[in-house]
């Protein structure tokens, strides 16, 4: 449902960054909003995410996915946030009138005074890693089979090899193995893991699978139905190793091979992305570079856990109320945030001095490198060292949190620019 | 005689890899350990493996056929197969409210399990 032409916040996605930024939006004095999602029901990705392991850190409690979900739904209808569910959104405009089309309500415009980008991440598919050989049935990825497998209810096959040792791969590989298949191997390209090492013991592990690090697919073979995979070690540039080729066969060959913000809609708002992201260019508000335009959640860059996409929502939902209510952009200095020596990149990228008045300002960040002994990482203006915290180890696959406290304020807001490294200690 | 195992800690996300010396079901030996928290994890996953377990069952007259269920608490590993056999076998109709027993005390354990969600009935 969807009644009115004008909403104080429009959130698109009814995910959990987008259900947390609703919910903060409401708390935060929006007078109306309205989440459109283009299922039938709320919840996003974590409804097939039928695996423990989601909550700890908001509720101390170790949730399946839908369980998380299902209560940042409730919340969201207890607090009077509408739903427009079945509905697909076509294109938002950078003073942000939303077009939309769906079944019953055909094609609509509806009109946000503050919006929230929530449409989370998509996975990598076969195209964008480019595998040779034929294109038979039986090539997915890993999200699509988790899809079919939890929800609808479908086995998209029997004899599984698993490219990507990401983590939903790997809990894919274990899921299968409960629902009756073989998994013949997991393959990764990368000389480590890419998920998390709970997730390689409890579910490869437990289950003898098979995990091949610095491999790859050189070859998928079949033609109506994938038959096998040609299998090959490669080099630290990810060249094959020559006679290092096996023949797997299997009928089905999943890809767990990365995630990228889900931006298609950003771009036609005129939103600017970050390289390095994928997502919005944010400030510590999640603000994009379009004026009343926030992100919330995997939509901005990928993270390691729900809580803190919830986190991400709640901080965006509240400024988007903040800024439908007071409709007035504050013309506030913006400090850029820069990637040093091993950082991949931060999130946010601009920091607006002011919110360190109130309260610390979080950045997240991935090195590029492992560094597998302690570490610093540290904001610098200059040569000068504004904030630094320790940390034992620095991997790609765990996003690390700092945090620029309000004592440095001063510092931070003479500056025009910071940069974020993480060096040994 | 005494021997070796390796054991991935999961307490943490470090995951450090530790070498286990144990005689039948006395542990000896517990190196590689970056904290203390390494000992007391080998104690308890040698002793008494325990997993979440999270599955679907049939579910009828809902939107979707299946309904995701989970071990109220850590289940016994050696048990796992077991129990999805028995969950395998479960129907259940709408409505079903989230945290619903679906099976209680499951295979004698004690543990119960649960929906993991509601599944209303599916509307026309």
Redesign the interface.
């Known amino acids: 449902m969807a009644n009115k032409e004008t909403y104080d916040v429009v959130v698109i996605g009814a995910g959990p960054g987008g259900l947390a930024a609703a919910i903060a939006a409401m708390q935060n004095g929006a007078r109306d909003v309205l989440i459109i999602e283009r299922d039938l029901e709320p919840g996003g990705i974590l409804l097939q995410c039928i695996h423990n392991g989601f909550g700890l850190e908001i509720f101390k409690q170790d949730l399946p996915g839908p369980s998380y979900a299902q209560k940042f739904i409730d919340d969201a209808i207890s607090s009077g946030v509408e739903l427009l569910l079945d509905t697909m959104v076509l294109d938002i405009t950078p003073d942000r009138r939303i077009f939309t089309a769906s079944r019953k309500g055909g094609i609509r415009e509806i009109k946000a005074r503050a919006l929230v980008l929530a449409m989370g991440c998509r996975e990598r598919t076969r195209a964008q890693v480019r595998l040779p050989g034929t294109r038979p049935a039986g090539v997915y990825t890993a999200g699509t089979a988790q899809r079919w497998v939890n929800v609808e209810g479908y086995m998209p096959g029997k004899k599984f090899v698993i490219l990507g040792s990401g983590d939903i791969g790997m809990i894919m590989a274990r899921r299968l193995t409960f629902e009756g298949a073989k998994v013949e191997r997991v393959l990764e390209v990368m000389p480590f893991l890419t998920g998390l090492t709970r997730n390689y013991v409890q579910c490869l592990l437990d289950y003898d699978i098979e995990l091949q690090l610095q491999h790859t697919v050189k070859r998928i073979i079949g033609n109506k139905r994938v038959e096998a995979i040609e299998a090959v070690a490669v080099d630290e540039k990810w060249e094959p190793i020559p006679g290092s080729e096996e023949i797997i066969p299997c009928d089905t060959l999943l890809l767990s091979v990365g995630l990228i913000p889900e931006n298609e809609l950003s771009r036609k708002a005129g939103v600017i992305l970050d390289p390095l992201t994928a997502g919005p260019f944010v400030d510590d508000r999640f603000e994009t570079s379009v004026p009343g335009v926030f992100a919330a959640g995997n939509v901005v860059h990928v993270y390691d856990l729900v809580d803190w996409v919830t986190q991400a929502g709640f901080v965006s939902g509240k400024a988007a109320a903040l800024y439908a209510v007071e409709q007035e952009h504050k013309a506030e200095k913006k400090i850029l945030i820069c990637s040093g020596e091993n950082v991949h990149h931060v999130v946010p990228q601009h920091v607006c001095a002011d919110s360190l008045k109130g309260a610390d300002i979080k950045l997240q960040l991935r090195v590029k490198q492992p560094v597998e002994t302690a570490v610093w990482v540290e904001v610098r203006k200059g040569a000068n060292l504004v904030s630094r915290r320790a940390e034992r180890y620095a991997r790609p696959g765990e996003m690390i949190t700092l945090r620029l406290p309000v004592k440095a304020y001063d510092e931070v807001q003479s500056a025009d620019e910071l940069t974020v490294a993480v060096v040994k200690r | 005689m005494p021997e070796n195992t390796k054991v991935?800690c999961?307490t943490c996300?470090?995951?450090c890899r530790l070498d286990v010396t144990r005689e039948g079901d006395t542990i000896l030996k517990v190196d590689n350990c970056?904290c203390k928290r390494g000992e007391e994890y080998v104690k308890a996953e040698l002793a008494d493996p325990r997993?979440?377990v999270?599955?679907?069952v049939k579910v009828h007259g809902g939107?979707?056929?299946?309904l995701?269920v989970?071990t109220a608490k850590p289940f016994p590993?050696p048990r796992i197969r077991e129990l999805?056999d028995a969950l395998s076998k479960v129907e259940l109709k709408t409505p079903v409210a989230?945290?619903d027993v679906v099976i209680k005390d499951a295979l004698g354990t004690g543990i119960d399990i649960l929906a993991?969600?509601?599944m209303k009935p599916a509307a026309g």
């Not at chain 2, 939107?63 to 299946?66: A, M, S, T």
Request: no cysteine; hydrophobic share 35%.
């Open positions: 991935i999961i996300p470090k995951g970056g997993r979440m999270a599955t679907t939107v979707h056929p299946l995701p989970y590993k999805l989230m945290g993991s969600r509601e």
